[in-house]
Every structure is written in structure tokens, then in C-alpha cells.
């Protein structure tokens, strides 16, 4: 796990740790000091704690004009024992969303597993963002089978090409709209 590292070609365009209306302002990472784990295994030190133990992250880009932020996320995504939603929202999101962020693009192939509890962090976090949307990018199968049974589907969209989207080859803001594009279309 130590080799998967955070998207980085988007690094020159935006940066957590230089935005100071991000939640991560001033996070530091080490380049070659590997100190997080999950279950025991070194993570690439470049990815971001949400004091979560099992479940990390890198905030890859945000557009304030557009309000759109893409979040890539590594680990175990553990809502039942570690609240890691409750983390996700309170930490990042709703800081994001204080600053004008309704658009979200979370990136979940490295998502390894998914453990429910109740709904009502992502309720909240659907309603936060009322006039824009929340899309799930290459979750793995299993991962969305889980949280289909959690009743997730109902706040964050997920299937179809977004299952497959080939999100690194885009610029970030073309990414943007090829989402936006692909959620309109099922929203028409």
C-alpha cells in the first residue's frame, strides 16, 4: 500500500495545504517519511489524515467560483466502528461547503471496503448541498454493493460511466464538467 500514491498531476493548479480556505491549510506531508498506517500497513505519506485510523485522503483540487471540490480517498471506509463519515463531514466537508462548495467528485478506487451505520451524516450532507450534487467515481463493486445496502445511493451518485470514468486523464476542470454532464443527462 506503501507504492499507491495521491493523484499529483494536478499539484500546480491547487494545493490543501497553500489554500487557506481549505480545511487541510498548512497540512504537512512528508516526501519520504512514512508514519500512517492502515492495519498495519505504511500508506505514501503523501496522503492526508482526517483522524480517521483507517481511512485517509488527498483533497485534489477545488474551484471556489465553480464550487466544486474532488476528493480521492485510500483505506477502509469504516462508518460502523470508526464514524469515518462523521470524520469526512464535520473535518472536511462542512468547511468545504462553509466556503461555497456544493459540487462534490469523490475518487474511490482505493477504497478497499466499506462498514455502514445509519445515514444521516450523508442526509445532511445532501442537504448541504441542495443545489449541487455528490458523485462517487470508480468505487469498486463490492465497496458500492455496501453501501447500496446503506441506502448511500440515495445521496451520492454512483453507477453507469461513473464506474469506469477514466478521471486522470482529464484536466480537473474538464473532469468537472464531464460529471456534471453524465449527472445532468439522469437528472433530464
Known amino acids: ?87 469526512l463531514k464535520r473535518g472536511i466537508i462542512d468547511p468545504m461547503v462553509h466556503e461555497g462548495i456544493r459540487k462534490f467528485i469523490l475518487v474511490g478506487e482505493n477504497v478497499f471496503n466499506f462498514h455502514g451505520s445509519d445515514d444521516s451524516y450523508y442526509e445532511e450532507w445532501f442537504e448541504d448541498v441542495e443545489d449541487g450534487w455528490i458523485a462517487g467515481v470508480n468505487f469498486q463493486d463490492h465497496v458500492i454493493r455496501e453501501m447500496h445496502q446503506f441506502n448511500l445511493d440515495s445521496y451520492i451518485n454512483f453507477g453507469g460511466k461513473l464506474d469506469e470514468l477514466p478521471w486522470r486523464t482529464y484536466p480537473p476542470k474538464q473532469l468537472v464538467t464531464v460529471v456534471d454532464g453524465l449527472l445532468q443527462r439522469r437528472l433530464n
Open 1 to 87: 500500500m506503501h507504492t499507491i500514491e495521491p493523484h499529483y498531476h494536478w499539484m500546480e493548479l491547487y494545493s490543501a495545504s497553500e489554500d487557506p480556505r481549505s480545511p487541510l491549510f498548512e497540512a504537512e506531508n512528508s516526501i519520504d517519511s512514512f508514519t500512517n498506517t492502515i492495519y498495519g500497513y505504511y500508506i505514501h505519506p503523501q496522503w492526508d489524515s482526517m483522524e480517521s485510523d483507517t481511512l485517509f485522503l488527498k483533497i485534489l483540487f477545488v474551484d471556489y467560483e465553480q464550487g466544486v471540490g474532488v476528493i480521492e480517498f485510500i483505506g477502509e471506509w469504516n462508518d460502523a466502528i470508526e464514524n469515518d463519515i462523521m470524520q
